[in-house]
């Protein structure tokens, strides 16, 4: 089930048409506009989520501080499954998540409050399935990652079984790392790529997402994921296909954007908002930071994707902001 395609489906245009695969040429869409503090704000942000958006809620920390040193800023990344909680007990204002919460975290913050959480789409991901850099593997289809990950697969697998033909490798046993139970990639990876079969006993788990690929640079015969972010010269991005036999693709803004790559999806900026009383203006002016080109210029920093000016109206006009452009 090509469940990422929805990147796709949705009509959602990520960015301009001068941005091409991710690099140096990746540049925001020239319709959004330089932020611009509309008024003077101060007081405590906090923030509690992902560790795949750790970097990236710091980086958009130190353009807002810039602008308004009188804000006290702390953020905590320790996987998307503490942000649900963080909004219900009032100990953060923003809860960023790299996966949609799930009916249940949804049904309870109603319960508290009466309606539900908003969530925003601020930026692009692509997990990333790396392994080591001397690794020859060519490319992974969902099937093969299905049956090296997940309980589904045989308990112990050579980098053979899944195509490689190198004497020096084929009989080289696969080891797994991967995310702890707490991360959203974790569960994203399960859902997309185990079909939703729980993982093997044998995969290592690691509390942040630099941890995998750290993992994964030094042992040989290692494979994990992580957000494209992370991706280090020390390992090797390998291609992805939907199916056995299709063509792999590499993740990149274009095939994010076209649902070509399996693995692409939206990061989430979840808030309690009550819609019925207006914005405070401390939430206001960090919303209007991240939906700038300032704020998008740091996703690019950060590794992922930047989102259109589109989306970025769409998103403001969501939360009763006039997006101004």
């Given at each position: 089930?090509?469940?990422?395609?929805?990147l796709?489906?949705?009509?959602?245009?990520?960015?301009?048409?001068?941005?091409?695969?991710?690099?140096?040429?990746?540049?925001?869409?020239?319709?959004?506009?330089?932020?611009?503090?509309?008024?003077a704000?101060?007081?405590?942000?906090r923030?509690?989520?992902?560790?795949?958006?750790?970097?990236?809620?710091?980086?958009?920390?130190?353009?807002?501080?810039d602008?308004?040193?009188?804000?006290?800023?702390?953020?905590?990344?320790?996987?998307?499954?503490?942000?649900?909680?963080?909004?219900?007990?009032?100990?953060?204002?923003?809860?960023?998540?790299?996966?949609?919460?799930?009916?249940?975290?949804?049904?309870?913050?109603?319960?508290?409050?009466?309606?539900?959480?908003?969530?925003?789409?601020?930026?692009?991901d692509?997990?990333?399935?790396?392994?080591?850099?001397?690794?020859?593997?060519?490319?992974?289809s969902?099937?093969?990652?299905?049956?090296?990950?997940?309980?589904?697969?045989?308990d112990?697998?050579?980098?053979?079984?899944?195509?490689?033909?190198?004497p020096?490798?084929?009989?080289?046993?696969?080891?797994?790392?991967g995310?702890?139970?707490?991360?959203?990639?974790?569960?994203?990876?399960?859902?997309?790529?185990?079909?939703?079969?729980d993982y093997?006993?044998?995969?290592?788990?690691?509390?942040?997402?630099a941890?995998?690929?750290?993992?994964?640079?030094?042992?040989?015969?290692?494979?994990?994921?992580?957000?494209?972010?992370?991706?280090?010269?020390?390992?090797?991005?390998?291609?992805?296909?939907?199916?056995?036999?299709?063509t792999?693709?590499?993740?990149?803004?274009?095939?994010?954007?076209?649902?070509?790559?399996?693995?692409?999806?939206?990061?989430?900026?979840?808030?309690?908002?009550?819609?019925?009383?207006?914005?405070?203006?401390?939430?206001?002016?960090?919303?209007?930071?991240?939906?700038?080109?300032?704020?998008?210029?740091?996703?690019?920093?950060?590794?992922?994707?930047?989102?259109?000016?589109?989306?970025?109206?769409k998103?403001?006009?969501?939360?009763?902001?006039?997006?101004?452009?």
């Open positions: 089930m090509r469940i990422t395609g929805r796709a489906a949705i009509g959602l245009c990520l960015l301009t048409a001068g941005a091409t695969a991710f690099g140096s040429d990746l540049k925001v869409d020239p319709e959004l506009p330089a932020y611009k503090p509309t008024q704000v101060g007081g405590d942000l923030s509690v989520g992902s560790d795949t958006m750790l970097n990236l809620m710091q980086l958009w920390a130190e353009r807002f501080r602008k308004h040193p009188a804000v006290r800023v702390q953020v905590e990344g320790k996987g998307s499954s503490t942000a649900p909680p963080a909004l219900l007990e009032n100990q953060s204002q923003f809860g960023p998540m790299s996966r949609e919460m799930e009916d249940e975290e949804v049904d309870t913050f109603v319960d508290r409050f009466g309606y539900e959480p908003t969530r925003l789409h601020v930026a692009i692509c997990v990333a399935v790396y392994v080591n850099k001397d690794n020859p593997i060519e490319s992974l969902l099937e093969q990652l299905k049956q090296i990950f997940s309980v589904a697969g045989p112990r697998m050579t980098w053979g079984d899944v195509g490689v033909t190198d020096a490798w084929r009989t080289k046993p696969i080891t797994l790392t995310r702890n139970s707490a991360s959203g990639t974790y569960k994203y990876f399960k859902e997309i790529a185990c079909d939703g079969d093997k006993p044998t995969v290592q788990e690691n509390p942040g997402s941890g995998v690929v750290n993992a994964v640079s030094r042992d040989p015969s290692a494979i994990g994921y992580s957000g494209i972010g992370y991706r280090t010269p020390d390992v090797k991005v390998v291609p992805l296909s939907f199916a056995t036999g299709e792999a693709i590499t993740p990149g803004v274009e095939s994010a954007n076209s649902g070509e790559y399996p693995l692409a999806r939206f990061l989430n900026l979840y808030m309690n908002i009550d819609k019925r009383t207006p914005l405070d203006p401390l939430r206001e002016e960090f919303l209007r930071l991240i939906f700038s080109a300032d704020g998008q210029e740091a996703v690019i920093k950060d590794g992922a994707f930047p989102v259109s000016a589109d989306i970025a109206r998103e403001l006009k969501r939360i009763g902001l006039k997006p101004g452009f």
